[in-house]
Structure formats: C-alpha cells, structure tokens
C-alpha cells in the first residue's frame, strides 16, 4: 500500500473551506467544553471520539440540541456488542427533530423537499407544508389505532408522500418499513409478511424509464396476504381511482392539524430495514428513533458538512437505506431532493441534470454509475451547471481509482469526491466523507468519529497496510436494537459476532493506510484467496471493466474438494463485442499487469447477464454455492434477485462441472 509521503493528493480542501466546515466548529467547540484535543486536526478528534465514546456523544447530542423530553440518566448503560444501550431513561420523537427547520418562521416557506420526476419538472413542497400534511395524517393514523410500536409499510416510490406517511408514523410512535413499486409481489411479502403491517401506503403504479407501470394487480395480492392489515392508503401516482375499501390520501392529507410528537424512549424502534437476503428471508433489521437520530445528525451535519444552505440529492429508492439516509437530510435543515425515475433516462446524463436543475450541493450516487458515465464518454462538468456541487459521493460498491480521476477532470478540478461505505446494517457509514481531509484515488477519507474502525486479521490482530476483516470493536447507536422475529437474538448475534466475540465484523475485506485512510476491496465472504494472496473482487471488476468489451463481471472463486482452487471470471459483453481468443487474452494481460498474476482467472465464461440483489449488488455468494452443487432453491432467495432466470445459467453450468 502506498505510504502518505508517496501520493499527492487528487484534492486539498482550501484553508477557508476547512475553516467553515462543520466538523472544525465542533471540534473547537468540543475542546472547550468536554476537553475534546484542540489540535492535530481530524486524527486527534477521531481519537477522542472512540477513546472517549461517552462524552462524544453527549457532545454530538448538545451540539445538535437533540430535544430529550426526559433527560437521560447515563449516555452509554451496557457496552457490550450486541446489546449495547445509549441514552437510558431518555425519550425523544425523530420526526420532531425531522420537522424543527419548519418552526422557524424565516424557512415556513422554504423548500423542504424538491421533487422531480422523469419529466424533469420539479415540484417543491415548503417546511410548512410538509409540517401540515404530518400533522394531519399523523391525526389520522391515530384515528385508525395505530398505536406505539405498530408497523406502518409503504410500497411507494421516491416521492414526497413517502416522506410524508414515514414522518408520520414516527410521528405516533409507529415503525415505518418500506419496499420501492417496481418489487414484485412475493419479494414485498417475503419482507413485509415478517413485520405484519396494519397500515399499507401504496401507488397505484410509478413512471419509469419513460414508461407507466401499473401496480394495482400487486396490490391487490399484497392485500390479501397481509391479513394485519387494517387499513389500505390509495396513492394516485397515475391517476386511477382508489380500490375499493381504500383510503384516498388526499383526504388524509388535508387538515390543518399541528403534529402531536409520541415522546417515546430512546431505543425504540424507528424503521425496518432489509438485507439483501440472498439466502432465506430478507434479515429484518430493526433501528431506535434516538440512535438512527444522533448517528445521522453526525453523519450529515458533520461529515457531509450539511445545513440549512444546502440541498442534499442522493439517487435512490425507497427500498435501499441511502432512501432514509437521504430523508435524514431534514433533520439538518436542508432542503431534500427527491428523484423518482430511472438514473439514465432519457440518457445516461439523466443524474447530472437532476443536480444542475435542483442546485444540489452534496450530490449522492452510486460507483456503477460513475463508471457508466465514463463509459459513455459524458461531460458533466461542461454540458451541465454544476457551480453549485460542492462534493459528488458515491457508495454501493467501491468506486474504482478510474472513477476518481473521471470525476475530477469530467466535473470539477475542485471537486470534494467522498466514496462512502457502510451497511444496511447501521444504515450509515463506518468510513467516507470527512470535509477537512485530502482525497486520495482510490480511498475513502478516514473513519467516521465514533467509529472505532479496524482492519483485523483471522487471529484479531490489527493490520495495516494490509487487508484485513472490517470490524468495529466499539458500539455505534444506529446498530440494530434486535432482527425482527429473533427473540433470542440467535440470527442477530449470527450475522456479526460469530468470528471475533463481542466485536462486529461486518463482512467486508479492508485496507487501512498509514494515513488513516480506508480502501475496501469488497465482500470477505466472496474473497478471492491464491495460494495465500487475499483479493477482494473489486479490484478485479475495476480492471476488467476498463475494457469497452466489457459490460460487466463476476469472479468466483471456488475451493475444490481436492485441494485446488477454480477461478472463473463471468463476463457480460457490450453489444457487438465477442468473446474470441483475443479478448480473453487481453482480459488476462489486463488482470496480470494491473493485479497480480497470481489472480488471473481460470476460464473466462461469457454469460447472457450478472445477477444482482434488488439492490443492485452482485451476487458472489449465492453463484459460488451454486457453483459447488447447492440446489437453487437453497443457495438464494429468489424474491431477493433482480434476474432469477441468469441463475439458471450458473446452476447449467455446475451441473455440467460435477
């Protein structure tokens, strides 16, 4: 790995900018009155944040002004993972703290959300507005008994009423979950029959992709297989009218009702989320009001350097937890942009348009787009009004070095570029965006402050400069307080603390420099390990995919029974393109001069497509054991697959190997 004295960096933030940011104020602010270290910069701060994790967070929530409506008796009770407790004896609502901008009466009028759609129109919806329509379907949520601790489901798209009916249900005490339209039937179920919702919003279809797609069949079977269900909230996305039995949203939205906040504890469940559950159910990941809270005041008033200034656009759905990251913008003041539509129509542009449009200043994407942009051959930076982009982020998958230099010269030479990673699973980042720190190709920034981040070997012993498990050996409050349907938290201790006791792993391989600076290389369970040399598969896509013939890949790597280790690399061809001996000797040249030869695959097999999760990662896993003989049916969930008819290739192929 290169040392810090090695690299100049892609991007310096100026003195000004350092000066102005958030994170420096609070340091300050810090160090004055909870002895946080006034010097050495970020480093000394994320120190202190995990050496002294208690007065941190208390720090973070006096800094924010979270509103405890009874107060807390200590910041942290039990340490210990998993089962950590944080602000006990204290109550709090979110949504509360979601709608504060609006009770400034200089902002009533200001946009809270920016909506746009495919159309490219924008449709904005002001701090007072917003604060109406939560009041009063929150009064109507209580109308139909939704109590404390009831489940609330959206089947909705990124559009403001799903802000709304969240905003809502945290409102009186209810737990939100939510799944994006263009899921199908069982997928949905498959997710939602676990948490057994009494209230469903839904649409009656969405537009994308230039197309309108009718979802009242799915609705339909969603409502009769959740027989929890007591209510049912028509959406009219495309103008039908509400089934019959259904609630019409317009007249649960139309009273002038002030929001009444259920003060509620500070562990109490705010949301489910889902994993990608690519094999049995989705896992059903449940996080507290107070503790998605203060971890998002921190991540996006702090690191994402956010405020009342700012418009905040990340490309998601409903279905991926960047959707509640992004509504968590709110609770920084700043106006969220909503985008309901295909990330490339009519063009691949499409993105890019969005941001000059919107003005956005912190614009959120995923790596596959960045490097389909690139591809493509765009110019953002000079077909579009990008004078307002203040940091491009990327997630999802590791953005290659190719897409930091893209971003750069394509964008804006004084572009702050902060590749993120986190998880579902904390629905926030172990590591990416720090406002005052350099970037360098290829890596994330640093550790996020009160991450206590490593990179460990099998033996638990620290590394750097090597790759190792990604692991975090102090509690975060956004980890889960429970799955749901784990009453003895079997399948929740399972998924992080198996490997090291008491110390989350969460399942990605990673490399922390000499700097402090974080590389991931991608899923430690899906790991390419020759004779000895660990390579996460990220660093081979990033080669592979440089190539024009390549529209995209998959490598596995697969222990033999007999001791040997087959390689193959799956590839997806750009239209025109075969796969001849030409090809597969300029992919292995690529790999042996980019990589290592120790990594260049055994076989490259052209296949008809790469399978994803529905949250567009690839499937490694779920290919490696189908690959070893695992029936279909054992080695995925199929509601949890974006092509389940590309698994018949694989499931072809090993058949044909055994």
């Known amino acids: 790995m290169t040392s810090a004295a090695d690299e100049a960096p892609l991007w310096q933030p100026g003195p000004d900018r350092v000066a102005a940011a958030a994170v420096t104020r609070f340091q300050s602010w810090a160090a004055e009155h909870h002895g946080a270290p006034a010097e050495g910069g970020y480093a000394s701060l994320h120190r202190w944040s995990v050496d002294e994790l208690d007065t941190f967070w208390k720090a973070v929530a006096e800094w924010f002004d979270v509103r405890f409506s009874t107060p807390y008796e200590e910041v942290i009770g039990d340490r210990s993972m998993p089962g950590a407790t944080w602000f006990t004896g204290a109550t709090l609502n979110y949504a509360e703290h979601a709608l504060r901008a609006s009770e400034d009466p200089l902002r009533a009028d200001a946009p809270a959300l920016l909506h746009v759609d495919e159309s490219h129109t924008q449709v904005p919806t002001s701090w007072s507005e917003l604060r109406r329509q939560v009041g009063s379907l929150a009064a109507e949520l209580r109308a139909l008994g939704v109590t404390p601790g009831d489940r609330v489901s959206g089947y909705l798209p990124n559009i403001p009423q799903a802000v709304v009916a969240f905003l809502a249900t945290a409102a009186v005490g209810g737990i939100w979950t939510s799944c994006a339209p263009d899921f199908g039937a069982r997928s949905v179920l498959d997710r939602f029959q676990q948490v057994e919702p009494v209230v469903l919003f839904t649409v009656d279809g969405y537009r994308y992709g230039g197309k309108e797609h009718h979802r009242a069949d799915t609705v339909a079977e969603l409502r009769r297989e959740l027989p929890t269900l007591r209510a049912v909230v028509h959406i009219p996305l495309l103008g039908t009218e509400a089934p019959e039995g259904a609630l019409d949203w317009a007249a649960l939205t139309a009273a002038d009702t002030e929001p009444v906040f259920e003060q509620v504890p500070f562990d109490h469940p705010l949301w489910v989320l889902y994993s990608s559950g690519t094999t049995g159910l989705p896992k059903a990941i449940v996080q507290s009001q107070g503790g998605i809270l203060v971890e998002h005041l921190k991540q996006l008033g702090l690191h994402c350097d956010l405020g009342p200034e700012d418009r905040f656009f990340w490309y998601t759905s409903t279905g991926w937890m960047m959707w509640n990251f992004l509504v968590s913008g709110l609770l920084t003041g700043a106006t969220v942009v909503l985008y309901d539509g295909s990330p490339g129509y009519p063009d691949v542009s499409a993105q890019w348009r969005v941001a000059e449009q919107t003005g956005a200043t912190l614009y959120g994407t995923s790596a596959a787009y960045v490097m389909a942009c690139r591809k493509a051959g765009i110019h953002p930076g000079r077909d579009f009004d990008l004078s307002r982009v203040q940091c491009v982020a990327t997630t999802g998958s590791p953005l290659p070095p190719d897409g930091f230099r893209w971003l750069h010269d394509e964008v804006a030479d004084d572009l702050w570029i902060a590749s993120v990673s986190g998880g579902t699973d904390v629905c926030s980042c172990f590591a990416g965006a720090v406002p005052t720190l350099p970037v360098h190709i290829g890596e ?56 090291y006791p008491g110390v989350w792993r969460h399942g990605d391989w990673i490399t922390i420099t000499d700097r402090g600076s974080v590389v991931i290389h991608g899923r430690s369970d899906s790991t390419l390990n020759r004779q000895g040399v660990r390579m996460g598969s990220a660093d081979i896509y990033e080669a592979v995919e440089r190539l024009p013939e390549i529209r995209e890949s998959l490598v596995i790597g697969l222990e033999e029974p007999d001791g040997g280790y087959w390689m193959p690399l799956f590839v997806h061809l750009a239209e025109g393109a075969t796969l001849d001996d030409a090809l597969r000797d300029s992919i292995k040249r690529t790999i042996r001069e980019n990589l290592s030869p120790r990594h260049v695959p055994d076989e490259v097999i052209e296949v008809p497509g790469i399978p994803h999760t529905l949250t567009g990662k690839r499937i490694e896993v779920p290919v490696k054991r189908l690959l070893q003989g695992t029936a279909l049916e054992k080695a995925v969930n199929p509601g949890s697959i974006d092509n389940l008819e590309l698994l018949h290739f694989y499931e072809k192929l090993a058949r044909e190997r055994h």
């Open 444 to 499: 994330l920034q640093a550790a996020s402050l009160g991450t206590d981040l490593h990179s460990w070997d099998p033996a638990g012993e620290p590394l750097t400069g090597e790759v190792g498990e990604l692991v975090v050996t102090e509690p975060m409050p956004s980890m889960p307080v429970r799955f749901w349907n784990d009453p003895d938290g079997s399948r929740y201790h399972d998924s992080y603390f198996d490997v």
